[in-house]
Structures are given as C-alpha cells and as structure tokens.
C-alpha cells in the first residue's frame, strides 16, 4: 500500500466507548497522527474497531486465515498446530489474518488428544521429567506461549506433578501458558498448576466458589469459547453436558472480575464434534458473552485490547499512532447492539484494505 489512506468523520472504539467523530489516517501498515490524505473513505455514522482477536482458533491452511480476515478477525492465536514447517508456512501469510501459534500442545498418553492420527509423538508428556523436554522442543520451535490439555483422570491425561512441571519450565522461559479444561476437575487442575489462562468453559458443572476465587486471586485469565460450548453440549446431550453450565461460569467469573476473552475454537478438521466457523462464530461468541452478562464494551475490550494486553501483542488491540492498522469499520453502534459487529462496511489488514 502507498499513500495515506483517511477514515473520514468516524466513531472510533478505544476500549472504553466510542469517541466523537474524528479522522484516522493510515500510511503504509500503521496508523498514523496525520497526513496528507490520498484516499479518502467517509466513515460518518459508522464505528471503527480495532481488527477482532480469535484469543483461541486452529487453522489447516490460508482459507481459515483468509476466512477470518474477511469477518474482521485480523489475529488468530492458534493453540495446536503441527509440523513446524506448516505453522512457519502459516505465520508468513498476508492479506490474511496473522496467527500466532502454540504448535504442538502438551496432552496426557490416555486422552482424546493421543488418539488423533497424526498427533505428534513429542507432545505426549508422561511424567515431570519429560515436561522440561517438551517445553525446550516448544522454545526451539519458537512457540508464542504453551498449550496443554488438562485432565481430571490421570489415567487419561497427565498427573498433577506432570502438568505443574510444564508450567514451572515455560514460565522458566517466560512462555504463557494455556490450559484447555473443559471439566470442573480438569479446571482444577490447571489451577492448582498455576497456568495463565484457562480456555473453555465446564460443561459438567458450574465452577465452584473455591476454583473461582483462586483463579481471581492469581490473575488467571479465561476464553471460555462458548460458541464451542454451546455446539459440544448439543451434539453430546446424552452425555449429561449442558451448555448452561459453561454460560453460568462465565457470568460467575465475570461477576468476581476475572479477564474474560472473546475466543471461538474454530476449526476446520475433519472428524470433530463440532466445528465453530473461522471468523463469523466469533460474532456469535461476542453475542453469547454479552448474553452471559457482560456488556457490549465488555466483550468488545475482551476481542481487542484485554487479548492484545494479556499475550503481549503490544501493536494492535487499541487504535493509536503506532499501531498496526488492523482495522475493522461497522455500521451501528456496537457499544449498544453488538450484532453491529456483523454489519461489516471494510477491514484493513496491516494498512492493507482487503474488504
């Protein structure tokens, strides 16, 4: 892209609400203070967002980034990809969503997780021994933070002790640490090990008072993906799983204060349960966090600046001089109907006008 781009008379979101009319120019891949104007787009009566962050997704090639891109999700963080030449592939993608990526999660030899085809041998951890093995393969793939898969059954998933030194060695290597915990025990779990963030939301039961408070203590952060959830409990409704479980623990921890992001688990794998749809289910997930209590602010902070804060993602997340010009522009106002979201005018992927 050459020249300056300006978004003429829009309402900006900044995390707290919208601002007054204003003009944001973009040159090159940033936004910038000011400019002489090349191209102008009239934004009056629309809403400019920060491009959207899928805080949990999987990607099997472009079309899911580029799926994304065009629903305004402009960053992806993957939590399970494999080979690493694949998810270097991935990581070079433009005019698509950019990801960040996992790759090869940590999970028990008993679990589902095991039994994929074509599951990566490495990423089997059985015992505290090889936890400090695995997290040195993670770091020498360049892993963006750590993935593992939490059981309440250590005949299925791993032992405490197991999963306590895979926390303990990314920490060692300042790695965030993300916890897939889709059981009361398995969230136990994770929270005993002293993970960073917990990703889904039970479905066998309403977090208890004692697992909410610890997490609130320690900053635990959640992405309960309820989009997930909801698509989970009912395909396997014979299996006792009730979705109202997972929205009922999001509005317990919203109501204790406990970070809430916006992700979906998108995918696109054959075989799967359920699969949530790269980029629009993440405007279902906005719509069923405000259901589950939040505001609109709330869940639209939780899809922008809390998941660029919480992974570190210091040039996107807010719109300001600097930035990455990942952008999305909207009719409505989503600070009062968060279906606005879904009223998508244009998106700009790193200054690039793909929509």
């Not at 995390?15 to 787009?41: F, K, M, N, S, W």
């Not at 090990?193 to 309403?206: E, K, M, W, Y």
């Not at 993602?313 to 409505?332: F, K, Q, W």
Request: net charge negative; with cysteine; charged share 20%.
């Amino acid at each position: 892209m050459t020249g300056v781009t300006a978004i003429d008379g829009v309402r900006v979101f900044n995390g707290e609400g919208l601002t007054e009319p204003q003009r944001v120019y973009v040159e090159g891949t940033q936004i910038v203070a000011t400019g002489a104007a090349d191209v102008v787009v009239d934004g009056t009566g629309k809403v400019l967002l920060p491009g959207l962050i899928d805080s949990h997704m999987h990607t099997l090639g472009r079309r899911d980034l580029a799926s994304l891109a065009r629903w305004g999700v402009t960053t992806g963080l993957d939590m399970a990809a494999w080979p690493l030449p694949f998810v270097s592939e991935m990581r070079a993608q433009t005019g698509v969503a950019q990801i960040l990526s996992a790759t090869t999660p940590a999970v028990g030899p008993g679990g589902n997780h095991a039994r994929m085809p074509g599951f990566p041998g490495d990423g089997i951890v059985t015992n505290p021994q090889e936890a400090h093995t695995f997290v040195e393969r993670r770091v020498a793939d360049g892993a963006d933070y750590i993935k593992i898969v939490t059981e309440a059954a250590p005949s299925d998933g791993m032992d405490q002790d197991t999963v306590n030194a895979i926390v303990n060695a990314a920490h060692e290597h300042d790695l965030l640490v993300v916890a897939h915990s889709v059981t009361t025990g398995a969230f136990r779990v994770a929270v005993e090990a002293g993970v960073d963030i917990s990703t889904h939301a039970p479905l066998d039961a309403v977090l208890d008072d004692d697992i909410v408070l610890r997490m609130r203590d320690t900053g635990m952060v959640c992405s309960p993906t309820l989009t997930m959830m909801r698509g989970i409990a009912a395909v396997r409704a014979g299996a006792g799983l009730r979705y109202e479980y997972a929205r009922d623990t999001v509005t317990k921890l919203h109501e204790a204060g406990i970070r809430l992001l916006v992700g979906t688990d998108a995918n696109s794998a054959p075989g799967v349960p359920f699969a949530p749809k790269h980029g629009e289910s993440l405007h279902d997930e906005l719509g069923l966090m405000v259901d589950a209590g939040l505001t609109p602010v709330e869940a639209l902070r939780g899809a922008t600046s809390l998941a660029a804060q919480t992974f570190a993602l210091n040039d996107r997340g807010l719109i300001r001089p600097g930035s990455r010009a990942d952008l999305l522009l909207v009719d409505g106002d989503p600070t009062i109907d968060i279906s606005a979201t879904r009223k998508i005018d244009s998106v700009w992927i790193a200054g690039e006008r793909i929509r």
